[in-house]
Nanobody, 124 residues
Framework: QVQLVESGGDLVQAGGSLSLSCAVSGRDFNTYSMGWFRQAPGKEREFVAAIGWGGQTTSYSDSVKGRFTCSRDNAKNTVYLQMNSLKPEDTAAYYC?????????????????WGQGTQVTVSS
């Protein structure tokens, strides 16, 4: 059984930064691709970023490219999302997820395990 717990969400002013963490329990963390998704009220869940097994490959949505950085520490079973230059439109609940698919999948139906989410609110 794989369990994911996100942390780091907060209220921040536009232009500020936040770092999210996702701690993963269970075996074989380094065989999972990890993704970050977000969902704002009244909107569908959307892909934010993903990182491959070894951490060498990453992908980002166009809306966060150049501002967000996804990384992982396989020794600590943790994946991170560093968010800089935050905008009010980044306000959402952020979820991490684990997938057995190789690479950096962006479709949420390719992820089998999900965390409970952490709230990020960016004020203008």
């Amino acid at each position: 059984q794989v369990q994911l717990v996100e942390s780091g969400g907060d209220l921040v002013q536009a232009g500020g930064s936040l770092s999210l963490s996702c701690a993963v329990s269970g075996r074989d963390f380094n065989t999972y691709s990890m993704g970050w998704f977000r969902q704002a009220p009244g909107k569908e869940r959307e892909f934010v970023a993903a990182i491959g097994w070894g951490g060498q490959t990453t992908s980002y949505s166009d809306s966060v490219k150049g501002r967000f950085t996804c990384s992982r520490d396989n020794a600590k079973n943790t994946v991170y999302l560093q968010m800089n230059s935050l905008k009010p439109e980044d306000t959402a609940a952020y979820y991490c997820a684990a997938s057995k698919w190789y690479g950096t999948p962006s479709r949420d139906n390719l992820y089998a395990y999900w965390g409970q989410g952490t709230q990020v609110t960016v004020s203008s």
